[in-house]
């Protein structure tokens, strides 16, 4: 018999890759959400239950009895909201995915590679302790009654639809029209970028694995990069040379604090990981897709459509700001 999957979100960036393949593997998979997504639609073989995770009371009602050997929330992000998750699906699911963050280890770490054994601990940015908060109670609830998490920590992961630097398109915008880009500090910290279909191949065998209980695996590329790379390779995917800026970290912060929550509680940091951990269950997990085939991607689709070709009018006049003060 498959396994029967539910998957609460399922059409988002990550999710959507993931839900694809657990449906391409075989797996009995339903998808609980407000409604179908245009951009990345649940996948044919897949059943839609529609009801909203915030509504728990609409959630029984969609679900009534049913029973499933896992449980992945794409959506959760607070301790409510998997304490939430915990009272609706306890006593039936044989496990429960909760989808942290590679954001939520040390930043910045002490040592690298970062290891699942890395702490938690993220002074910078508020979405990175609310991630850990969710944790700290996932596992409490796994060692009082047995509740069967098994945690996953993306980093920095993207698709065809998402320009990996902060503001979008606005930056690949900027190099066709001859106008600088920034890039924080000196652009020599070394990222792992994850395309959304290797994230996916690890994840998915973790699925309605009972050696994976109580465990927490990050799933992260080999592909390992400088800023400097990133920007080149959309550069190159664009058809242009770009015309790079570095600005210290601080000062991006100082000029849009959104922005520079970001860099200082995540991108701003060298991160890179070692996968052994997720080997030694999915030992035929391997990352093929590198960032320089991604940015062809990315680039090819925002071309498709002018409409996808969205500008940050304020990030714009920021980086026109910050260009002007720290341009060489």
């Not at 999710?15 to 959400?33: H, Y």
């Not at 109670?137 to 009654?145: G, H, K, N």
């Not at 191949?201 to 465990?215: A, C, K, N």
């Not at 550069?235 to 210290?248: C, K, L, Y």
């Amino acid at each position: 018999m498959a396994l029967r999957i539910l998957v609460i979100g399922g059409t988002g960036l990550i999710s959507s890759a993931s839900t694809r393949l657990a449906v391409e593997r075989g797996l009995d998979v339903t998808v609980l959400n407000r409604g179908s997504s245009a951009t990345r639609p649940v996948p044919d073989g897949a059943e839609l239950v529609q009801a909203d995770i915030r509504d728990p009371g609409s959630v029984r009602a969609a679900l009534g009895d049913r029973e499933f050997d896992a449980v992945v929330d794409w959506v959760a992000f607070t301790p409510e909201h998997v304490a939430t998750d915990v009272e609706l699906f306890a006593g039936r699911t044989g496990q429960y995915v909760f989808i942290s963050s590679a954001s939520a280890y040390q930043t910045p770490p002490e040592r690298l590679p970062v290891t699942e054994s890395t702490p938690l601990r993220n002074p910078y940015w508020q979405y990175s302790r609310d991630k850990i908060a969710c944790e700290d109670l996932l596992v409490r609830e796994y060692r009082d009654t047995g509740f069967p998490v098994t945690v996953v920590r993306p980093s920095h992961t993207y698709d065809r639809t998402s320009v990996p630097l902060d503001g979008g398109w606005t930056a690949v915008e900027r190099m066709r029209q001859g106008k600088e880009v920034v890039v924080h500090g000196d652009g020599t910290s070394l990222w792992t970028l994850t395309h959304h279909e290797d994230f996916a191949r690890g994840f998915v065998p973790l699925l309605g694995d009972p050696r994976v209980l109580g465990e927490a695996f990050h799933i992260t590329s080999d592909d390992v990069l400088t800023w400097n790379q990133v920007v080149r390779s959309l550069g190159a995917a664009a058809g242009v040379e770009p015309r790079i800026v570095h600005v210290p970290s601080d000062a991006i912060a100082a000029a849009h604090p959104e922005w520079g929550a970001g860099l200082l509680g995540d991108k701003a940091h060298s991160m890179v990981f070692d996968t052994t951990k997720l080997r030694r269950v999915v030992p035929d997990f391997t990352t093929t897709i590198r960032f320089e085939q991604g940015a062809w991607e990315i680039v090819a689709w925002h071309d498709a459509d002018a409409a996808r070709r969205t500008v940050d009018t304020r990030m714009d006049a920021v980086m026109d700001d910050l260009v002007a003060r720290f341009r060489a």
